[in-house]
């Protein structure tokens, strides 16, 4: 009898035993699953997450990184995250075509409702559940244009986080009443937000385009891209063949091969045809979507003041094949006046030593 009673007692003392180890296990698994699903609590923030896949690079060392050092800027690299899988090539949430409306009673109480959500200061966002392939920096040329970029952050924070990038939004915002000039305001973009993070991929958008599908993906490809490619106020197609202003992007390789972009055009026109004919001498081709998936909206608006065209500007042009390799990312000069982390962007506000 007290034998039996001593054996029960064996067996129950086992059997409880490997009932914990199989829920530990489970426990274990389960926590696996939902980090991958997106059910668990997104991982905390990290300067730098990267996939565990061997067969991803993590900086694939073109020898573009040590330019990039002389210019005294930080190359990021960080431990592994083991949880995360890779996000899909084929982000599956996109809607396609978008209704896309200018409504002028916008608020930016309505902006953060819209937009706010799973974002980090300063307009950083990272998917929760997997790692983002493209760490795009979208920069935006500004002065005194913030009903546009309501709009603009309105419409693209939504679009950006289906599209599963891990990206950040820079607002360049030229200091001063003297002449705008679009392209050196992007080139400050390019080296202010790599100060930030190793973004590989940069997306140069005028702060007046929305993209009107979200297939229009704001990520970087093997050639330069044009992704404004079907504009309303062209008609929905190319006003001519090499027209390259509005969104583009460049990885930080195609970026640094053409020097990156004029810092002497001043006043409106030209700089982005400069852009184009950098991208053909150094032997590259500009890829482009669709006539459907490249449509925008561009908010309408005047020629803005002290932004006048510039009948210098087209004399430029023909000297770009000249003049690239001494004007560009490598003779930008400038002075950083602030930068400023708001909820939905960083805005960079900068002198860009224009002429008197
Ligand atoms: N821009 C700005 N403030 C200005 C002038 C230009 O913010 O005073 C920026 C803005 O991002 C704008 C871009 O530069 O979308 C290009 O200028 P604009 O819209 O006048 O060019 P266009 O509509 O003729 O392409
Ligand atoms: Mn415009």
Partial sequence: ????????????????????????????HTDDDDTTTGFGSPPPPTPNRVAVDPSVEEDPGLGFSDEINHLG??????????????????????EGP???????????????KESGPGLQEGGRFQPPDCIS??????????????????????????ILKRQQLDYGVYVIHQHGNGTFNRAKLLNVGFVEALKEYAYDCFVFSDVDLVPMN???????????????????????????????????????????RINGFPNEFWGWGGEDDDMYSRVMYKKMEVSRPDNRVGM?????????????????????????????????INSLRYTLKHVTK????????????GPK
């Fill in 1 to 28: 009898m007290n034998k039996r009673y001593l054996r029960l007692l064996v067996v129950t003392a086992l059997l409880a035993v490997s009932y914990r180890v199989t829920v530990w296990m489970h426990d274990d």
């Fill in 73 to 94: 800027l930080p190359r990021g690299s960080s431990p592994p995250l083991p949880h995360l899988p890779l996000c899909p090539s084929f982000p599956p949430k996109l």
């Fill in 98 to 112: 978008l209704r896309i409306e200018f409504d002028w009673t916008r608020t930016m109480d309505d902006v953060h």
């Fill in 133 to 158: 392939q493209h760490k795009v920096a979208i920069i935006i040329p500004f002065r005194n244009r913030a009903q546009h970029l309501k709009h603009w952050l309105y419409y693209l924070h939504p």
């Fill in 214 to 256: 979200d297939r229009n993906i704001y990520r970087c490809h093997d050639q330069p891209r044009h992704l404004s490619a079907a504009m309303d106020k062209f008609g929905f197609r190319l006003p001519y063949k090499t027209y390259f202003g509005g969104v583009v992007s460049l990885s930080r390789e195609q970026y640094m």
């Fill in 296 to 328: 925008y909206k561009m908010v309408r608006h005047a020629r803005d003041l002290h932004n006048e065209e510039n009948p210098h500007n087209a004399g430029k042009l023909g000297l770009t094949r000249l003049t690239m390799d001494a004007d560009g």
């Fill in 342 to 353: 708001h909820a939905l962007y960083t805005m960079v506000t900068v002198d860009l030593h």
